[in-house]
């Protein structure tokens, strides 16, 4: 039998707190019951819901602080009162002292990515990690990266990010050579940005440990065109929201078209089935996890609002990228692409870097 | 009875031609019979279409030219070719020469945009024409802008969006101060680009003829919160195909769990009003063109893959946008804008204007 996997739980994050973080990880519990559990807030909050699930309980640590990041908070203002002694902190901390393979937080996302980052430092030559999120296509999952993490990549960046987002779907989907895209749009008078251009030509050209489709456009992310789409984090943060939005747009004329009259809900009764299985498949709760790329330890984040079903998708995430070793793939597969590409990228991308921007950013957070 | 609205057709235009642009003008003078048409194209293949519909026959007259812009052209190709011959020029030039009232196309975008720049200049002080875009919501619809004609904008390419998207929702939703958001991305520690900060401080402390909300994100678009969402070309195309993309996958999803099983096919038969009032609330060709906004004269671009119905939207559209007089409104507002922000654009956004690059793409054009 292999050793049990060690997840850090911030008990304290997310908008319902420990009751929803604590029911979501007796429900993970049930998917992957060789897990070990380190619960990290206020044990008056965290003790009586973990007192409800016996086998939770049994596997279960946890550790006292009273401090936790709130929900609002700015993230230079969650490191001034947090940094050392949050839950959150300390449920990244444990990661990095090796005590958990990973850590998950429906905690503010700012002041998360600002503690891993100062906690775990970056993965060696990686500027800024990214964050990727699971989409879901006609096909099945994709990867899209950066959600959020950073507004504008260079070329190098946007590449770092093919190959963390490539090891991230070697890992999840078991594939060897996962299919890369660029996201661009597609109307031939602009043919977008410089730097996704000058990636474009790296990416074609090298010899990386995955394929290179080319350019994707907004209307295929729904089409599972390929494994991992790649973009900046602004352009991929109103992706994703306006995805998410434009679902919940059609699930509201769903239910206004199928209650228009009587016949209307009786049809939707004899077909109920049909519209459990639409409403599973849209449900973004099954779809839960932005996990954190380029640190040198695991970081998942869950979104604040979930409960306890979401939260649990998010652990269970958490598990299938630590069992697998995403850490050390993408370590090995950055100083590889690094050391292939050190020539092109002198010649392509170092002109652009934002040095400055992320030199003082750094400094910002370790203020 | 007032004058007849005078419309523009590139009647080669779009991936079927002359046959899907008559039939689509034919149904739009059923919702407007007070307009007349200038049809442009190779009139052997134009008038045999034309000849099917008696009505329409009365009130066109056909321009013949041997030459169309093709769907897959580069726009300086297009120029080359097509510049002053082609019936995607022609039918710009109409409008400049005061022979109709707004241009209909649904050829190449790109070289649309570009040809209609050269025909038709930008109203004064506008840097970049921009297209807007109609978005469906559960309220109703809101406008957002710009979905492709520029990638990247500065603070006062981004002021000029929200002037000329409020003078198009003004004269679309005849409200007479529209209000106006910004794209923007939530995470705190991101808070996203300069130049969006530096066009949120103008919006707010100016005396402009709309009401500034602030930022809006991805999944605000849907839920219409604003009347008119401002970006650049870059993410506003991104967005709305990520929209489009997401719509026809859960129509795809939608279709799955009603054919799953007999029971289901029964159910959804039995809802088939409910289905059908769903169907017409997801077809995109209810809400198909977008406007060029920012040229003296008006251009609708329609999709280049629709139908007549489609098609006869776009006409809708260039019809309302025509006789509620927008270029007039729009000229007038950006010129107010234009002399009451002289102060604050030139302290805020000058430093960041792309100069450098909106000259040398004129050259490329003008060539």
Redesign the interface.
Known sequence: MTAPLRISLDAMGGDAGPEMVIAGANRSLTHHPNTQYLLFGDEAKVQPELNKFPNLLKRSTIIHTDISVEMG???SQALRRGKRNSSMWKSIEAVKKGEADVCISAG????L??MAKICLRTVADVERPAIAALW???RRESIVLDV?????ADAQQLVDNAVMGSAMATALFAKERPLIGL?N??????K??DEIKKAANVLKNSDLPFDYHGFV???????GVVDVVV?E???G??????????????G???K???T??L?????????????R??KR??DPRGMNGGVFLGLNGLVIKSHGGTDAKGFASAIDLGYDMASNKLVERLSKDIEKSHELLANDLAKEAKPILAKSETASEKEQINE
């Open positions: 908070e700015k993230p503010n996302t700012g002041a990515m600002a879901p296509t006609v959020g993490a950073n507004v504008g996201l749009v597609g109307v031939e008078e602009i977008g940005l456009e907004g209307d295929d992310l729904g089409r973009t984090g602004f352009t943060n109103i992706a994703l929201k306006t995805a998410e939005g434009t679902a919940k747009q059609i509201t004329y769903i206004d078209a199928m228009r009259t016949i209307t809900k009786l049809g939707a009764l004899i077909a109920s089935n049909g519209f299985a639409l498949k849209m």
